[in-house]
């Protein structure tokens, strides 16, 4: 691979891949080959209270190697894209004039691709659309919602699960109101001169970066090692100090984070232990299909193996490979 950079821009590394691919382990890698510092990507890394679920680095960990937009919310507060926009690029402006290179790290996709490409200006939220919508839900349930959905945006609600209450309510109250999809405004944040603000790449050279598995079952060994795991570490009594706080929910964003919506519902006696690991299993599996889905079509996108295990020796060579990528004066 051969270094594809404009010297004329700032450097920055997108480090992407579905969850359980070794992120984060290649984010800090990379911090120890070059003067960088680490942006957390990632919808859940921002609520405190939720570390082993979310598979958060450890405190040895941002110790060393400190992310940025880690622990910023408690789990009741909603954070959107819009409010990851403003606070990355903050943290982005604040890296870069201290002379080093942003990484950004994490899966969730949209974070991602709003930041590269700008918000488009979509309809305020209406109450009465929106508490309508509810209404249906209440009566017919979300899944028969993601099928309203899929007729008139199937782009968008292949992304979403069919209970992902917030983002299927918005995409349909979105409709309503303008009769625009939201693939539609995602089109119009390229296109768009009335975006919200310039694109990231107008301003940095953006190297995008993914881990890929060649083989999805060593993709879905990985979830399954790691989920175990986080039973091990106490996962089951992290989430039943959030269900025992008593200002929480399932309809809260947080809450429906993979893992936390299966063992709450384990903990609210809805199945038994056996089918909250299925569930949460197969929850994390369709997360990491639609991950590799925003992926696709990613452009200029380099792409390295999931390895089974993620060896230093391994590690180190993604590395040197990646460092081709930048000019030698911003190593």
């Known amino acids: 691979m051969t270094a594809d950079t404009d010297p004329n821009k700032p450097p920055i590394f997108f480090v992407m891949g579905p969850t359980a691919s070794g992120k984060t382990d290649l984010a800090m890698a990379l911090c120890n080959n070059m003067p ?3 942006i957390s990507v990632d919808s859940t890394l921002v609520y405190r209270q939720m570390d082993i679920g979310t598979a958060k680095p450890t405190a040895d960990e941002l110790e060393g190697f400190p992310h940025r937009l880690v622990n910023i919310c ?8 819009a409010n990851f926009c403003a606070d ?6 604040d890296i870069v004039s201290n002379g080093r290179i942003p990484i950004l ?7 991602f691709k709003a930041l590269l490409d700008g918000l488009a200006d979509m309809p305020e939220s209406d109450p009465a659309t929106r508490k309508a919508i509810a209404a249906e839900a209440e009566a017919h349930g979300w899944p028969a919602l993601h099928d309203q959905l899929k007729k008139i945006d199937p782009e968008y609600a292949s992304q979403l699960h069919p209970n992902h209450s917030q983002r299927i309510s918005r995409a349909l109250e979105v409709y309503r109101i303008s009769g625009t999809t939201m693939t539609e405004f995602r089109a119009r944040q390229v296109s768009d001169k009335g975006c919200e603000r310039r694109s990231l790449s107008d301003r940095f050279h953006v190297i995008s970066l993914a881990l890929l598995p060649d083989d999805r079952s060593v993709l879905h060994q990985r979830i399954e090692q790691r989920f175990l795991a986080m039973l091990e570490q106490g996962f089951i ?9 008593g200002d929480l929910h399932l309809d809260l964003p947080s809450m429906r984070a993979v893992g936390y919506r299966q ?10 232990y056996q089918t909250m690991i299925d569930k949460s299993l197969a929850a994390t599996r369709q997360l990491a299909k639609r991950q590799l889905t925003w992926l696709r079509d990613w452009p200029d996108l380099h792409r390295f193996p999931v390895d089974q295990d993620m060896k230093q020796s391994t590690l180190q060579k993604k590395v040197e490979l990646i460092l081709n990528f930048l000019p030698i004066k911003s190593i």
Do not use: K
């Open 74 to 81: 408690d789990p009741s507060e909603p954070y959107s894209a």
């Open 105 to 111: 790290v994490g899966g969730t996709m949209m974070y």
């Open 88 to 93: 990355a690029e903050r943290e982005i402006d």
């Open 237 to 245: 009594e992290e989430v039943r100090a959030l269900y025992g706080r």
């Open 36 to 38: 960088a510092d680490i």
């Open 263 to 272: 063992v709450w519902q384990f903990l609210d006696g809805q199945y038994d």
